[in-house]
Structure formats: C-alpha cells, structure tokens
C-alpha cells in the first residue's frame, strides 16, 4: 500500500512552453501533497505544500506564477511549469502525506513519487 | 528543525553492516529523528524514525545515544542494492515539511 505515482516519468519540451506533470496517490487519500526539486548533485529542495481544495503555499524564492500548482482532488496534485526555460531543467518529486484513519503501515509522514526529469531545450 | 550532519560518502563491502552515522548536537526535546535513502534517479523511501529508544524494522537498526545528540543507522547486511543516498532528518512530529541536506553516499561494494 500507499503507492504515489507521477507521470510522464520525464519529459522534453522546448523553451518557452508550459509543462503539466502529475502526481497521484493510488491508494490512499492525501490531504496534504508536497512538491520538491534536485538538481543534479544536489538534494532535494522543497517547492511548495497543496492541501486539497485550497491554495498551495510556496517556499521563499519558489514563483508561484512560474510552477503553478492545483491540488484538485484527494488522490491528484498537478504541478505546471509554465513558459519553461533550459534553467528549469531538474528532477521533479512530489510527495503524499495521507488523512488519518486509513490503516496504513507505519507512521511515517509523507510517501514519495518516483520522480519525473524535466529537461528543457 | 535542527540541523543534521552527515559524512559525505562511505563504502562498505556486501554482506557486512553497514553504520551511518549522523550528528544532530542541537536536537530538540519533542524532535524526531528520521532516516530516508535516495537510489539514483528514483523518488526518497523512508527507513526508519525514532524519538529516543533504539528501533528496528525490516530494513535497518536505528541506535540513538543516550543524550540524543547523534544516531546511526545500521544496515545489518549490506546488499548492492543498498547503494544510495541517506539523509538524517530532525523534525518535529506534527510538522509538515521535512528539510533535506546531502545526505551521505553509501556504496556497496562486491
């Protein structure tokens, strides 16, 4: 249990264009989805927190018109990287954090996508 | 959160424990203390956590000193698959946002 997916898995766009990339809970509801970025060689930087049904809260110096985010359902986070350019090239993940009472092993907080690559020429 | 510190890189050799350690001298009382590991390209999957009594689960150990100012993680038998990033991470139970920093490089080697 406590699946979280994403899709695509990586992508390439060119410069300039906007680009959708989801993340879903296939198992479990979450209230509370998280969206981080890695650079190569780098860790894990955190974007932005969405919680369903209201607006995501960004991290300081993250664009919330840039990387705009919509946490539409219990199961689905979708974050648009709008008029992308080459910098914005990174390894995106999202995260899940579930609603209580759902039995789900452990007590560990947030589940973890597999990541999607962005590469932007 | 208080701040962890890990050593960049260690190798270990397959099938022997492996031991991670991490400093986090400034922990507070109502701090946690959570491990993750990255395998390359993929998304972090959580070890294990713990407040101030020793843990174990299917994966790994986690051995917390008495005053709670350094833990370790250990990988009782070490396997290739096992090579990745581990990040210690202090937060506080009921916060959100876990706080990334570069982990170390664990390599296992044949």
């Known amino acids: 249990g406590a699946v979280v997916s994403q899709h695509p898995s990586w992508v390439i766009c060119k410069s300039g264009t906007s680009v959708k990339i989801e993340c879903r809970s296939l198992d479990f509801q979450a209230t509370t989805m998280f969206w981080y970025r890695q650079f190569p060689k780098q860790s894990l930087m955190l974007m932005a927190t969405s919680n369903e049904g209201s607006k995501a809260t960004y991290e300081q110096g993250v664009e919330k018109d840039k990387f705009l985010i919509n946490h539409a359902s219990l199961t689905l986070s979708t974050l648009t990287v709008t008029s992308a350019h080459p910098e914005d090239s990174s390894f995106y993940i999202c995260s899940a954090r579930p609603g209580e009472g759902q039995g789900l092993p452990g007590s560990y907080e947030q589940y973890f996508g597999p990541g999607t690559r962005l590469t932007v020429t | 959160d208080a701040k962890t510190t890990q050593p960049p890189s260690m190798d270990c050799a397959e099938g022997r424990a492996a031991n991670l350690p991490c400093n986090h001298s400034?922990?507070?009382?109502?701090?946690?203390v959570y491990w993750y590991r990255q395998i390359h390209s993929q998304g972090p999957q959580y070890i294990i956590h713990g407040l101030k009594n020793n843990e174990t689960n299917e994966m790994a150990s986690l051995i917390i000193t008495e005053d709670r100012k350094s833990s370790t993680l250990i990988l009782p038998h070490a396997t290739l698959r096992d090579t990745a990033v581990y990040y210690c991470?202090?937060?506080?139970?009921?916060?959100?946002?876990?706080?990334f920093g570069t982990g170390t490089r664990l390599t296992i080697i044949p």
């Open positions: 991470i202090v937060k506080s139970f009921g916060n959100e946002k876990l706080t």
């Open positions: 400034t922990i507070s009382g109502n701090e946690y």
